[in-house]
């Protein structure tokens, strides 16, 4: 049963702290997304990666936040310093998309963050 | 890029009532549109999908419809049950340079009362 993996699943940290989230996409998927979801939010796109090139961070806020995949087995967001705001579920997901057409979308569990 | 817009924002109806949510796509070149369900605390999952050479699709008590025309699309839940109580989100997938892009809208949260 194929999923997308993703760690931790919660995190408690300080104000200030660096986090970093890691996500497995399922093999043979070719597009990643991180996505953030707060209580009143709903699920704000953050970054888009096709064949681990990233094509779409234009949602995610520069200064502190940054998205890589350094291979296609991983793709990681990392926090850098975090603030209290930073907290929320943070979901991976992947899928498969070529020639135009999409497939669905998986989601991880999530990771659940909270900056104290 | 794609503007995806989803009304109501909250829906509360009977058990065995049917509810619609409906969504609305700014991309012309949209070609796929999927509805996810999140249960509260879980992550969420696809329940039905259309694309753009299909006017309706059912599965069971599910199912969408697609306007092209009027670029909107709508989810049809017939005979509510209160497992369907959920946050339902519609999503269009652009062509073009975007093509594969997911951008969801804002959700809908749906209450089902015994």
């Known amino acids: 049963d194929a999923r997308v993996t993703q760690t931790p699943r919660h995190k408690v940290t300080e104000m200030g702290q660096e986090v970093t989230m890691r996500c497995q996409p399922i093999l043979g998927h070719n597009t990643v997304f991180w996505y953030r979801q707060t209580m009143m939010q709903g699920l704000e796109l953050l970054a888009y990666f096709r064949n681990r090139a990233p094509l779409d961070d234009s949602g995610m806020p520069k200064d502190r936040f940054s998205a890589e995949m350094p291979d296609a087995t991983l793709a990681t967001l990392k926090i850098q310093p975090s603030e209290p705001r930073d907290s929320a579920v943070y979901f991976c997901a992947s899928g498969l998309s070529v020639g135009g057409n999409t497939g669905e979308l998986f989601f991880g569990e999530g990771s659940r963050l909270t900056v104290l | 890029g794609e503007n995806v817009e989803q009304h109501p924002s909250t829906l509360s109806v009977q058990e065995g009532d049917s509810a619609v949510i409906k969504c609305t796509y700014s991309?012309?070149?949209?070609?796929?549109f999927p509805w996810y369900k999140q249960e509260l605390g879980k992550r969420p999952q696809l329940i039905i999908d259309i694309r753009s050479n299909v006017g309706e699709k059912k599965d069971q008590r599910i199912a969408v419809t697609l306007n092209k025309t009027a670029k909107h699309f709508s989810l049809h839940i017939t005979e509510t049950q209160p497992e369907d109580s959920a946050v339902y989100f519609c999503a269009a997938i652009a062509g073009g340079s975007s093509w594969g892009k997911f951008q969801f809208g804002a959700g809908t949260q749906v209450v089902v009362t015994p």
């Open positions: 991309d012309s070149a949209s070609n796929y």
